[in-house]
């Protein structure tokens, strides 16, 4: 009999300790059920976004359309940033534009820059230019499709002013 009590008295007081405890989990079981649901809806919705990119990445063949692209030309050390041609563009595009006051010499040399930052900001877009292989007014007519194109593509380029004579060399 002394085993049957020393087992009572030991379950008596596991209950008196375990007491506190039972009445947390009654009164918070409310919003552990709300954690536990707010979990569950957002696994789902995960779940449900993944499976419908899936589904979207299969339909538009998301692979085929990026498999040629080397995203490794993006990350070379000698790549400028397209901010930074933008800026170079319209600061050389002001320059050209306003170069009554001088030389032919330097009106060239700023040209020439210009059409440089031209042609990388081509190929950092992808737009096909041809400024290295033309001359004369003809270059200066792709010169104006190239800027066209980059206008399209959402760069900003100063524009040449009405009525104003440019130089030719």
């Not at 980059?150 to 900003?156: E, I, K, M, P, Q």
């Amino acid at each position: 009999m002394g085993v049957g009590r020393g087992l009572l008295l030991m379950l008596a007081i596991f209950a008196v300790c375990c007491l506190p405890a039972a009445f947390a989990l009654l009164f918070c079981a409310d919003e552990i059920l709300d954690r536990v649901a707010c979990r569950w809806a957002e696994w789902r919705e995960q779940r449900q976004e993944r499976r419908t990119i899936a589904r979207l990445d299969r339909a538009i063949e998301a692979d085929a359309l990026t498999r040629d692209v080397d995203l490794t030309a993006f990350d070379r050390p000698d790549r400028r940033p397209l901010e930074q041609l933008a800026a170079d563009l319209r600061r050389l595009g002001g320059h050209r534009l306003a170069a009554a006051d001088r030389s032919v010499v330097w009106h060239g040399a700023v040209i020439d820059a210009y059409d440089e930052r031209l042609q990388a900001a081509c190929r950092a877009l992808g737009i096909p230019e041809h400024l290295s292989e033309l001359a004369g007014v003809d270059r200066e007519i792709e010169r104006l499709r190239v800027e066209g194109l980059l206008h399209a593509a959402g760069l900003t380029l100063p524009a040449a002013r009405a009525g104003h004579r440019q130089r030719h060399h």
